[in-house]
């Protein structure tokens, strides 16, 4: 028998926007898009007929998540024909008496994981074994997988939210040869929001919802089949919205306008009424124009979700300026040179200005 399953975690869903812009409106949006799209996870499990969602720990934030989001989502629960949900906790949403997992009298087709230890939940008519370990604190320490012994007349999954890149993390440090060796058919984890396999059954499916800057890229969930001794996974993009972070080079030749159409040209319409963009905007700008670009963001905000602009641009020189200042040495006689050989060419007027950084950079560390 064929068994299929969803995997996801770090859902985060009550997570607080506090930063900037995001605090206002625009963080409970955030909010709403965590629900929408993990109610969006639920619904697929439905029409898909999957035969298991599993939730690999940080389904939700403990002190700013509310009773009435778990309430919805239980309704949720509540409405799958044949998906079984199976859930351990992570460092954000940990078990103790007051976790808002208790206050919840969670459906009958929804098992989570309460042990201190390492534990199994069979299914008779699945034939499958699931297995997991959820957090009680904060933090959490290595384990050693002693207590596992497997049946391999049966289908075997195991669920543990850790790190499996840092040995010496606080939170769960997983060797994955420890875990390879056991032989699962599918190890499912949580905790890294990066979606990615470690191995061909080891697999973080990562936020589905990305949280912020830090989670660039696809995000979504993992949809597998296991049958016979065969493991076949898929990463499906599923989230809301995405973060970009876009580099934008400028020269000081460009006027107003060719800055803001650079800007406007980084994507379609569609995604940047959708999506979040930090742009970041390098090399020499006319030294006019500096000021300018705190009100590019301004006006920029109209077209975009979300935009905002780093300025790493530097002022282009005053060539007239430095040539008086500098007459009699090496950077007067580079300018002239330079202005010579024709700073209409583009390529000499890029090496007049690398060279004169170069220069005056060096003219600096010697005063
Ligand atoms: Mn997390």
Redesign the pocket.
């Known amino acids: 028998m064929n068994i299929s399953f969803v995997h996801t975690?770090?859902?985060?869903i009550g997570m607080k926007f506090v930063k900037g812009e995001m605090s206002g409106e625009l963080g409970n949006e955030k909010r709403r898009d965590i629900m929408d799209t993990f109610l969006k996870v639920i619904d697929r499990c439905d029409k898909k007929n999957i035969d298991f969602l599993f939730i690999a720990?940080?389904l939700f934030e403990d002190e700013v998540c509310s009773i009435a989001d778990l309430k919805i989502i239980n309704d949720r629960f509540k409405q799958l024909k044949k998906t079984k949900v199976i859930m351990i906790t992570?460092?954000?949403d940990f078990l103790n008496e007051k976790s808002l997992y208790k206050l919840i009298d969670w459906n009958e087709n929804v098992y989570l994981l309460d042990n201190k230890m390492i534990e199994k939940i069979s299914f008779k008519e699945e034939n499958i074994d699931i297995w997991g370990m959820s957090w009680y604190e904060k933090e959490k320490g290595k384990e050693n997988f002693k207590n596992i012994s497997l049946d391999h007349d049966k289908y075997n999954v195991l669920l543990l939210?850790g790190d499996v890149f840092d040995k010496n993390s606080r939170y769960f440090p997983i060797n994955k040869k420890d875990i390879q060796d056991l032989g699962f058919d599918y190890i499912g984890l949580?905790?890294?929001?990066k979606p990615q396999h470690i191995s061909e059954n080891i697999v973080y499916p990562g936020?589905p919802e990305p949280l912020d800057f830090g989670e660039l890229g696809d995000h979504g969930i993992i949809e597998g089949k296991i049958w016979g001794n065969n493991l076949d996974t898929k990463f499906i993009p599923i989230s809301k919205r995405k973060y970009h972070i876009v580099n934008i080079e400028i020269n000081q030749k460009m006027s107003y306008n060719d800055v803001m159409s650079r800007l406007l040209d980084i994507a379609s319409e569609t995604i940047k009424q959708k999506d979040f963009f930090r742009i970041i905007i390098k090399g020499f700008i006319d030294r006019d124009l500096k000021d300018k670009i705190k009100e590019m963001e301004f006006i920029l905000n109209e077209k975009f979700y979300f935009i905002e602009i780093i300025d790493k641009t530097k002022p282009d020189y005053d060539l007239d300026k430095l040539l008086i200042e500098n007459e009699n040495n090496i950077i007067g006689e580079f300018i002239k040179e330079m202005i010579n050989q024709g700073s209409d060419n583009e390529i000499i007027n890029r090496s007049l200005y690398l060279g004169l950084e170069e220069l005056l950079r060096e003219k600096v560390s010697l005063n």
């Open positions: 975690g770090d859902v985060h720990g940080d992570g460092n954000h939210h949580g905790h890294i929001h936020s």
